[in-house]
């Protein structure tokens, strides 16, 4: 145990007395408290040698220019929040499942989240958030692999008569407020879906919770074995299908908006809630960086839903690690085409130049820095067995255990793609489709997390490894580094619950009472970081 992991079980650290004088006389004062993450420091300043009065140097170090630190164990809410953020979430479980069903029924790949962005944007406003579409969520240019405008216009004008119908069978808001066909705008049109929403309570800590929302590329099954075929929630889009769980993503993000939403009152800071298309292919989370939504960031989270009979036991893992960076090309190469039998040798064969390339990414040397990973997942090309090919395309990927390797990685297929068509004759051109770095939880707060939720939410277990490897890639690494490169602190979690089939399967499906348990955390979790007690500034 490192530490900063010892350094945080103190019930009374060896300032404490100190800390609790300038607490006093700042209350005599009556002057400000300034918000300072000193454990966002502490794992930079101590190592498991450090001694007690080392630490207590490098804690009056670390501090010198903060008015006051004050212990948050020395400031007790009022009530138990927690058991009303729980009720609440009990109240509104029927709710969650209603949006679940309605996001399952109409999943949308990347960028085409139209639909689903507007009615989470319809939702956070009516809830009181101030609420961001549009080109305000991602960047110009920072999106990869846009559908072209032929499929945007399409899926568009589908969502909007869908939209209009619904509108002429339920008469409108009674109430006045927006409805989701007001948010289907041109800007959305152009697939810059995606939604932010920001409640805003004052002075104190920046805490953003990120949730994915978009769905696969694949059928989804229509048998009577399937439960969502057999209800009727099952996709109506053809050709996607929310099989990895970001359906549940969007639905516990609107949960946790509600919660907090009623709490409000009893937070101090700003909670940003962030909708992200294009997860799947990791092609929007940098987009959103670029963006800037992500700084000034305090505390971020997200989570996935996770197979409950995976090696984790618990309803949460409060943290992973080891999630592999990575980089998707679609390679194109391009020849000549000619008679296969009367002139081959007048043409360039694009589908040889294809083959050698993926043979070749199949011999890339492994790395000692750490895993690797390459696959060619399709390809592409030719008309005839009598022609030569004068087009082929290969659609591939490289991972590694860190960003540093998953480079080298990416550098040794450049050249062996660019090789490969060289050999015949043909030229190569490599579109990148999406990447993502690696990235780590923060271990303070993970056991942070995982003390809240044994303190106060005793109906859920957490894992008894709390801080998991992750051998998959997820572009929320660029949400954490950006946060932890301004002293942030990041987790990437994982919400425990039953599958009837893994996920990206076609007869993917989840016990819904994941989708309380995850708003009910998130939530806490912002309560106990924004919350009565907690560091203001």
Known sequence: MDGCSRLIQFKKPPVFSFVLVLTVYHKIQRKPTKFLPFTIKCDRLINENTSLKEIDKKYMETNREADLYTPKEA?????????????????????????????????????????????????????????????????????????????LEEHYRRVKAEATIERKMDGGNEDGMPEYIDYLNGEMAEGYTGVVGILDCGEGPVAALRFDIDALPMEEDTSEKHRPAREGFASANHGMMHACGHDCHAAIGLGTARILASVRGQLHGTVKLLFQPGEEGVRGANAMVEAGHLDGVDYFAGTHVAPDNSADDGDITPGTYGSLATCKYDVYFRGKSAHAGGFPEMGRNAVLAAAHAVVGLAGISRHSGGITRV???????????????????????????????????????????????????????????????????????????????????????????????????????????????????????????????????????????????????????????????????
Request: aromatic share 6%; proline share 3%; glycine share 8%.
């Open 75 to 151: 400031l007790k809410p009022k009530g138990d929040m927690y058991a009303q953020i729980t009720q609440i979430g009990d109240s509104i479980q029927e709710k969650l499942v209603e949006f679940r069903r309605d996001f399952h029924k109409h999943p949308e790949t990347a960028w085409l989240e139209m639909r689903t962005s507007a009615i989470i944007a319809e939702e956070l406003t009516r809830l009181g958030y101030k609420v961001l579409t549009g080109k305000a969520v991602c960047r110009e240019g920072s999106r990869l692999s846009v559908p072209g405008n032929d499929i």
């Open 375 to 537: 696959n060619v997942g399709s390809i592409r090309g030719g008309t005839s067995s009598n022609v030569v090919a004068d087009e082929a395309v290969i659609s591939m990927e490289v991972r590694g255990e860190t960003t540093e390797v998953n480079a080298y990685m990416e550098e040794r297929a450049i050249e062996i793609c660019r090789a490969a068509a060289m050999m015949e004759g043909c030229t190569c051109e490599m579109e990148l489709m999406g990447h993502a770095p690696s990235q780590t939880s923060d271990i303070l707060f993970i056991e942070r997390i995982a003390g809240m939720v044994r303190e106060h939410l005793p109906q859920y277990t957490v894992s008894s490894n709390p801080n998991v490897q992750n051998w998959g890639s997820e572009d929320i690494g660029f949400m954490m580094k950006r946060v932890q490169e301004q002293g942030g602190q990041a987790v990437y979690m994982r919400t425990m619950t039953a599958m009837a089939s893994p996920q990206h399967t076609v007869r993917f499906d989840v016990d819904e009472t994941v989708l309380k348990k995850g708003a009910v955390i998130f939530a806490s979790i912002i309560y106990d970081l924004l919350g009565e007690g907690e560091i203001k500034r």
